[in-house]
């Protein structure tokens, strides 16, 4: 496995590839969802590289960069044991020269939901898994259903921009309580961890609702809040029943609906999301 710091080498490296590339982009402390999309790019692929990149433009003034977990050794001995064959982990002046001055931007869909709680954080993901599409080429890119609206950003600036690859959205992987797999877990104490399985016990309540015919959004909404409540530590950002192309909150769930939320344990801010219908 090559572990490859600069632009040009990645490039280089590109070159002798055997394809189809399968792509993984990551910002490292590797986990169970991580892991996932790496062995659906292995099965898929004849070639599979990830990146390791913490992206100082997707965080906010006052959100986590500085402290947001970094283990590049276990992580590059994770990906060797996956039989990856590149890593790209480049320093944040490798990805962004002093001179850098372009952004790529969806619109719309980003002002929803993390993109209204979290201002300029998609235009930052936009930006940097465009440049990592270029610089790494790949015939297929892998990204967690738990970053639903990432995902949905990501396909849309695939479409918009013409951009010849195909996006694959795998499967959300959970601990054993449900808790979804995120390298923000570790923030929590034992007590805010203990009370944010509630947030997966709120979508299987949403799940279970609609299973029984519930079709009345606001209803589903509301429900899920008074049993997130009902946890003193959770302070909710948002919880939402909403059109999955569109992210417009929905009244009545006629064909599919994304129910996703996002919720603070003390400072520990979890997202998670199934999918209804
Ligand atoms: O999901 C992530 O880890 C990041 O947002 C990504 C896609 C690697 C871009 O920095």
Redesign the pocket.
């Known amino acids: 496995m090559k572990t490859i710091k600069t632009v040009s080498e990645m490039q280089d490296c590109r070159k002798t590839l055997a394809e189809p590339v399968g792509f993984v982009?990551?910002?490292g402390y590797l986990h169970g969802g991580h892991i996932s999309l790496v062995r659906k790019a292995r099965e898929e692929n004849v070639s599979v590289v990830v990146?390791i990149?913490v992206?100082p433009k997707?965080f906010g003034p006052n959100e986590d960069f500085e402290k947001y977990p970094r283990d590049l050794q276990g992580d590059l001995e994770i990906l060797e044991e996956e039989g990856v064959d590149a890593v790209f982990a480049p320093e944040a002046a490798e990805i962004y020269p002093q001179d850098f001055n372009s952004r790529v931007e969806v619109l719309g869909i980003t002002q929803k939901l993390e993109g209204n709680c979290r201002p300029g954080h998609f235009r930052g993901?936009t930006t940097?898994?465009n440049k990592l599409f270029n610089i790494v080429r790949p015939q297929r890119a892998y990204?967690?259903q738990k970053?639903a609206q990432?995902v949905i950003v990501i396909q849309k600036m695939v479409k918009d921009l013409n951009m010849n690859l195909e996006v694959i959205t795998c499967p959300t992987i959970r601990e054993e309580d449900g808790l979804a797999m995120s390298s923000r877990n570790i923030y929590m104490n034992p007590e805010e961890r203990q009370s944010a399985i509630v947030l997966y016990r709120s979508l299987m309540l949403a799940q279970d609702m609609y299973q029984r015919g519930e079709r009345d959004a606001e209803a589903i909404r509301k429900e899920m809040v008074r049993l997130i409540k009902t946890e003193e530590l959770a302070r909710i950002d948002y919880v939402s029943v909403a059109d999955p192309a569109t992210l417009d909150e929905l009244d009545m769930i006629t064909g599919k609906a994304l129910v996703s939320l996002a919720v603070k344990f003390g400072k520990t801010r979890l997202i998670d999301n199934v999918v209804l219908g």
């Open positions: 982009p990551t910002m990146s990149f992206n997707q993901v940097v898994v990204f967690g970053d990432q």
